[in-house]
């Protein structure tokens, strides 16, 4: 997953470019991957498919030829889609244009005008502050032409045509944990299943895991592909997963559905720090496009979005030149990557326990007692799933009606399967 980031994170990945496209030609090398193509102009639902933007040459000077900022230097001195732009500006009118980051003041901002177009520069706090002559010198040469929004989509087939969505998005230029981090996971998780010792066949659910420019692949995507959306059963989006903070489980519009009860229970089970967040409280990306209306969708999202009273919410290089490979680890990269498989393992194992029994089960005599002077919590989630085994709720609403893990409760809910007192039923 470390060599995704450090291979391709200084390309400019603006949403439909040459940068963006070469980013995911490099990921089609890795695994089997469909690339669909959506031209400009194309309607996709309510929107239109952007042109192609190339920056090919911006600076700022002074008007005796000193360069202030050069794209060359850092893309995210250009507003991505700016406006070309050549000509002597006054320093007001340079400041109307000129953005920066609004809490690191040594940083640049990473700003996008992908659809009110307008031009625009980005510097530091520290470079606007110098600036006292009246006049400067701005040279912003971008191309806009029509070109192809790409999706990149890996297909793992299970038994079932019913399928779960994995999302990240590629776009961002030059910058890591937003979103990078979400597609070396995912292809983590993708290398995982498919090089799994399980037969891809022993899956139930179908998987789709799409690599999308942010908001408009998605939409173009779904748009594209109508008749699969009543098969898709929910997802989870990945992002920001490279920084330190536990990970958080944002809820899927409705917030109780199967995924959502799922997902939640088998998290605390993985990471005891997670937190969870209703839809749309922890950080908004395409998952909205997949929970909108006419879609519906259930799809959480898992990141490192830090707890909810950090005053750097998301995370503190969020949008900036600062987001580089310094912030994220190969470490939280893996066990996110982990903690996503554990996450599937569980939507896989969410059967229906169905009682072979009558009565409480003489947990003695079928050899499966806990001493509750030994472990007492063993003993109350032994007892408490045994008693929900009746035909009616799924392992993830047993867990969460006895308040414990997704796990805890399958390691009961399987030992009486061993037993032959239950029969899971999908
Ligand atoms: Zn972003």
Redesign the pocket.
């Known amino acids: 997953m470390n060599s995704i980031i450090s291979d391709l994170w200084q390309l400019p990945r603006d949403i439909v470019s040459d940068g963006y496209d070469r980013a995911l030609a490099y990921l089609a090398e890795r695994v089997p991957m469909t690339i669909h193509e959506y031209p400009t102009g194309t309607p996709v639902w309510t929107w239109r498919v952007p042109e192609k933007w190339t920056c090919e040459e911006a600076y700022l000077e002074t008007l005796d030829g000193r360069r202030l900022l050069d794209y060359a230097d850092h893309p995210l001195h250009v507003v991505s889609y700016s406006l070309p732009f050549e000509g002597v500006v006054s320093r007001e009118e340079l400041l109307a244009h000129l953005h920066v980051h609004p809490r690191l003041p040594d940083a640049i901002p990473?700003v996008f005008k992908y659809y009110e177009r307008d031009w625009g520069l980005c510097a530091s706090q520290t470079l606007r502050d110098s600036l006292t002559d009246p006049r400067y010198r701005v040279v912003i040469r971008t191309r806009f032409e029509p070109g192809t929004l790409k999706v990149g989509e890996i297909v793992i087939p299970g038994q079932s045509e019913e399928t779960f969505i994995l999302a990240a998005h590629l776009c961002?230029p030059h910058m890591v944990n937003?979103?990078l981090t979400g597609v070396a996971v995912l292809m983590g998780v993708a290398e995982a299943l498919l090089s799994s010792n399980l037969p891809t066949s022993n899956l139930r659910y179908t998987y789709r895991l799409l690599i999308v420019p942010?908001t408009i692949g998605s939409v173009a995507y779904l748009s594209h592909n109508e008749d699969l959306i009543p098969k898709m059963v929910g997802g989870l989006f990945l992002e920001m997963l490279g920084n330190d903070s536990p990970h958080a489980l944002q809820g899927s519009f409705y917030g109780d559905t199967p995924v959502d009860k799922t997902l939640w229970t088998a998290l605390r089970g993985l990471d005891p720090q997670a937190y969870w967040g209703d839809y749309r409280t922890v950080i908004g990306n395409d998952e909205r496009q997949f929970n909108a209306p006419g879609v519906r969708v259930p799809m959480l999202s898992l990141s490192r979005v830090e707890l909810p009273d950090s005053p750097t919410r998301p995370y503190r290089e969020?949008?900036s030149s600062f987001d580089t490979p310094a912030i994220v680890t190969e470490e939280r990269l893996r066990e996110s990557r982990d903690v996503v498989l554990g996450l599937l393992e569980a939507w896989e194992r969410n059967l229906y326990p169905v009682n072979n029994f009558k009565g409480e089960i003489f947990a003695s005599g079928q050899g499966i007692w806990i001493d509750y002077r030994i472990n007492p919590e063993g003993h109350r989630v032994l007892f408490r799933v045994m008693e929900h085994c009746d035909g009616t709720l799924s392992v993830a609403e047993i867990a969460e009606k006895v308040g414990t893990t997704f796990q805890a409760a399958w390691d009961v809910v399987s030992l009486l399967a061993e037993k032959g007192l239950v029969e899971l039923v999908g």
């Open positions: 990473f961002h937003d979103d942010e969020y949008h």
